[in-house]
């Protein structure tokens, strides 16, 4: 099993005192991924690690790509709270949570998103979780959570590897248009692994266009209907039985 810090990998570590057992023997198979919404990374490194907060992480990333390890990768870290991604609806026992320092208004730096790539390479290979397993906080909780938020670059992370992006074509359609029908976007948002049956219809559609789509405004779209159509055709959530 993963240590706590490995040598050379250049990753600090900082033990934050709030974390406990993973619930019934589960391995993490997810990766959730928050921004800190703090002025700086030493004040969330601070709350994470601070007993009377009662929240952690088990990766922070500054701006300037520095790594602390606040909790064992084998140890649930209190990071997703309520919310669910396919069946699994303990997020924190079944996930590895990593927090990037980000007020959530300014763009993510590049050597924060080079040091993110090399961690979630890292943590992918160890654990053997796939690209469409690393999510948003947003996507688990839509309605309750924004980050990492608008201006995360998955569309990069998705080049590299990392996570995924619909190959549906975008500007298709208009707003309200042809092809925008409810009922098939929130089946295929479910089959995908978004809760759908658990938040109003638009909730789940600003959760899908905050990660896929943050451009897009108005009623539901071809658009927002074509992407989720692609993403759960090739990443069905059950595809592997990971969601059990």
Request: charged residues 25%.
């Amino acid at each position: 099993m993963p240590s706590l810090s490995e040598p050379g990998t250049g990753i600090t570590t900082h033990p934050s005192p709030n974390h406990g057992p993973r619930r019934e023997g589960a391995r993490p198979d997810l990766i959730v991924l928050h921004h800190t919404a703090m002025a700086t990374a030493g004040a969330a490194l601070a709350r994470l690690c601070d007993p009377g907060a009662e929240v952690s992480a088990h990766y922070l990333l500054c701006e300037r790509g520095r790594v602390w390890q606040l909790v064992d990768e084998t140890a649930r870290a209190w990071h997703a709270g309520a919310g669910r991604w396919g069946d699994v609806d303990d997020v924190n026992s079944r996930s590895i949570g990593i927090e990037l320092a980000n007020r959530g208004d300014h763009p993510y730096p590049m050597p924060q998103m080079a040091g993110l790539e090399a961690l979630l390479r890292a943590i992918m290979a160890r654990w053997q979780i796939p690209p469409e397993r690393v999510i948003a906080h947003s996507d688990m909780a839509p309605g309750r959570k924004s980050d990492p938020g608008p201006r995360f670059d998955w569309r990069g992370l998705a080049r590299a590897g990392l996570s995924v992006w619909p190959d549906a074509r975008d500007g298709a359609g208009a707003d309200g248009g042809a092809g925008a029908e409810w009922g098939a976007f929130l089946r295929d948002a479910a089959r995908f692994g978004y809760p759908a049956g658990d938040v109003p219809p638009e909730a789940l559609l600003g959760a899908v266009r905050l990660r896929f789509r943050p451009w897009a405004r108005g009623p539901l779209a071809a658009e927002d209907c074509a992407c989720i159509a692609d993403l759960a055709a090739r990443f069905p959530v059950d595809r592997a039985g990971t969601s059990a």
